[in-house]
């Protein structure tokens, strides 16, 4: 059974930066890991994922200011943001899926989530 929990949550004024951490149990090199995350009121949505060989993809909101990384040896996955913004405001979740990342990812296991506040 995998388990993962964020640390890292935090308030932060608009331009700052946060580094997210996802501790995962167990081996995690043949997972997709994504960050995921929802405010208030909206639904969730993905912030960027990454596969076993760390091939990323980023929603368009998240490109150029955050970058996800994986260390499969620590079992830990990362989400730096930069460039913070109030519209970044949101619980922030991680997830791990299915090997593939690209077709049909199913995103099986999910942790508890982390409070990002920007104002």
């Known amino acids: 059974h995998v388990q993962l929990v964020e640390s890292g949550g935090d308030s932060v004024q608009a331009g700052g930066a946060l580094r997210l951490s996802c501790a995962v149990s167990?081996?995690?090199?043949?997972?997709?890991l994504a960050w995921f995350r929802q405010a208030p009121g909206k639904e969730r949505e993905e912030v960027a994922r990454?596969?076993?060989?760390?091939?990323?993809s980023y929603a368009d909101s998240a490109k150029g200011r955050f970058i996800v990384s994986r260390d499969n040896a620590k079992n830990t996955l990362t989400l730096q943001m930069n460039s913070l913004e109030p519209e970044d405001s949101a619980m922030y979740f991680c997830?791990?899926?299915?090997?593939?990342?690209?077709?049909?990812?199913?995103?099986?296991?999910w942790g508890q989530g982390t409070q990002v506040t920007v104002s």
């Open positions: 997830a791990a899926g299915t090997v593939n990342c690209w077709i049909g990812a199913n995103f099986a296991y």
């Open positions: 990454i596969d076993s060989y760390s091939k990323t």
């Open positions: 167990g081996h995690i090199h043949s997972y997709c």
